[in-house]
């Protein structure tokens, strides 16, 4: 197939790109470096199969005009604003890195009649709901972020033109993602803090929030299973491991795989790490589970892994 990966110079988008190359696709990544990166992409410079377009999303004719050129089988969604802390200052970042990109991408594919998507969702759309009856058919839908009202909005655009367009859709909602080319986040953060510093470090919050954490091979292995058979209409899971890790397990795991002992925890306090932050967090895999994926390690085991991809 002739793949778009939108995003694909970012963290899942660069793993995303690697695995679909190594299953024989040729792919097309657009990316405008908002903030992914040149050297996640620059192993695949000269791949006769990997061609990049340096390219804002938000600018519908030129979305259209590389759609009218590549004709694509499949597209996979991987663009947004996805650091939340920093759009909390900055909504409009939100409308249009997340929210508009996505609109123009579905608008091409209408005009193009591109019918596959994958579009990667997220566990914000629910807000500070949690717990074992949060499904994919859980309501009311309520974002505390804007992050996650966005995303929300995008599932929104792509019910409808999937439905008007006879599209076959596949959205993943998951939680935190790690791993190789990990561009924010605790384990980002604590690495890059430890390195400079690895007598102290200051936790945002308590200590206490506790969220699964979910690797990004496992990730792409299950994007790439589930997409190869696609029924009409858009199919939704909640992707993730069944256990979590505090930030404080987190800061103690880096301190661990970095061989530090004796590291002062400072914490700012307060039960989220920042206004927007969902401090706890599970949800209902039974669609994704009975569907035959799980995650292949723990979010502990994940989160030392990815200190060891990013030391
Ligand atoms: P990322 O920021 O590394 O990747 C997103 C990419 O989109 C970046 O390379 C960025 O430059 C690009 N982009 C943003 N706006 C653009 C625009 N206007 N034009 C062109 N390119 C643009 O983030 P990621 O962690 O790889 O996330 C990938 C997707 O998964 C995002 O949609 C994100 O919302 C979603 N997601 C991520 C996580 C996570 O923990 N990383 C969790 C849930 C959902």
Redesign the pocket.
């Known amino acids: 197939m002739k793949v778009l990966v939108?995003?694909g110079?970012?963290?899942?988008?660069s793993n995303l790109i690697d695995a679909l190359l190594a299953e024989g696709h040729s792919v097309v990544c657009?990316?405008?470096?908002?903030?992914?990166t040149r050297k996640n992409i620059e192993h695949l410079h000269g791949h006769e199969r990997f061609t990049f377009y340096e390219?804002?999303?938000?600018d519908l004719a030129a979305v259209k005009q590389i759609f009218r050129k590549e004709k694509f089988d499949f597209v996979f969604h991987?663009?947004?604003?996805?650091d939340i802390q920093a759009s909390a200052a900055a909504p409009e970042v939100e409308y249009?890195?997340?929210y508009t990109?996505t609109f123009n991408i579905l608008e091409a594919m209408r005009t193009e009649g591109v019918k596959r998507l994958f579009f990667?969702?997220?566990?914000a759309v629910y807000g500070d709901a949690q717990g074992a009856h949060v499904d994919e058919n859980y309501a009311p839908l309520a974002p505390i972020s804007y992050y996650g009202a966005c995303?929300l909005g995008c599932e929104g655009l792509i019910s409808a033109f999937t439905y008007m367009n006879d599209f076959h859709t596949l959205v993943f909602r998951?939680?935190?993602?790690i791993g190789p080319r990990l561009?924010h986040?605790a384990v980002f953060d604590f690495v890059k803090r430890l390195k400079a510093d690895p007598t102290q470090l200051t936790i945002l919050g308590d200590g206490h929030q506790c969220k699964p954490y979910l690797y990004v091979g496992d990730l792409v292995e299950c994007i790439t299973r589930f997409t190869k058979e696609l029924p009409q209409g858009v199919t939704v899971y909640n992707v993730g491991g069944e256990s979590q890790s505090t930030v404080t397990g987190i800061a103690q795991i880096v301190c661990r795989e970095m061989g530090l002992k004796n590291v002062q925890f400072h914490y700012t306090g307060g039960r989220g790490g920042w206004k927007g932050d969902v401090p706890e967090f599970a949800y209902n895999l039974d669609k994704i589970h009975a569907a035959g994926w799980h995650a292949s390690m723990t979010s502990d085991e994940a989160v030392a892994r990815t200190v060891r991809d990013v030391l």
């Open positions: 939108a995003g110079a970012g963290f899942i988008g657009v990316d405008n470096f908002f903030i992914g390219q804002d999303l938000a991987m663009a947004a604003n996805s249009k890195n997340t990109t990667c969702s997220t566990s995303k998951f939680p935190n993602v561009t986040g």
